[in-house]
């Protein structure tokens, strides 16, 4: 699904990876599950693209739902990955960059979800740092919005007003929510990372759980 010009969104089950269409080529936004990567191809070649036009791969964190699908993707396309340094090493070592705080019946649904979505290794090319500017939609920053996990990214288009924000938010009855306590790594860290999003003036807000929200502004959650 279109979004704005050259802004895509690829829902896969219950996550969501978007893809950007320069004109120097494709960019992706996250890989998705296990077994994702053959969806993302297929809407490439759906789009009149060839797969091999990805040439760049930017990872929020290193979740399983978000990079299950990488080494496949990367060894099909031969696309460049990019991450955190801190969301880099842990999806060269095929784990989350980190572990939770809970407890009992929380901590084994949490254990569960990342047996579930167990996966491969692999190699990621260049870290971003946050401030960092990418040549993608006339200009596209790295924002360094830890929380839910230790190394999370995000990245906001100024020229576009859009925030492609992981899972550092998600979406929800047309507003915008935080991550589950469940999921979040530090909850002190993944507030002030709101508020700083929040102060960007985004007016599209592209989780990876939910629908885009489209006129975002006034919509973030307060804390």
Known sequence: MEII?????????FVNCFLITDADGLTLIDA???GGQKKIIKYIA???YDPKALRRILITHSDGDHVGGLADLKASTGARVYASEIEAEAIVE??????SKRR???????AMTHIFFR???????EFLTDGQVLPILGGLRVVATPG???????????????LFAGDSLASEDGGLRRSKIIYTWNQEQADASIRLQAALGAKIVCAAHGDVVMDAVGKFPEG
């Open 5 to 13: 010009p050259k802004v895509h969104c690829i829902p896969i089950t």
């Open 32 to 34: 998705g599950p296990p």
């Open 46 to 48: 759906e789009h009149g």
């Open 94 to 99: 095929g784990h989350s960059s980190r572990k």
């Open 104 to 110: 009992g019946l929380a901590l084994l649904q949490f």
């Open 119 to 125: 996966v491969k290794r692999a190699t990621v090319d």
């Open 148 to 162: 839910h996990t230790p190394g999370h990214i995000s990245f906001f288009a100024p020229d576009a007003r859009i």
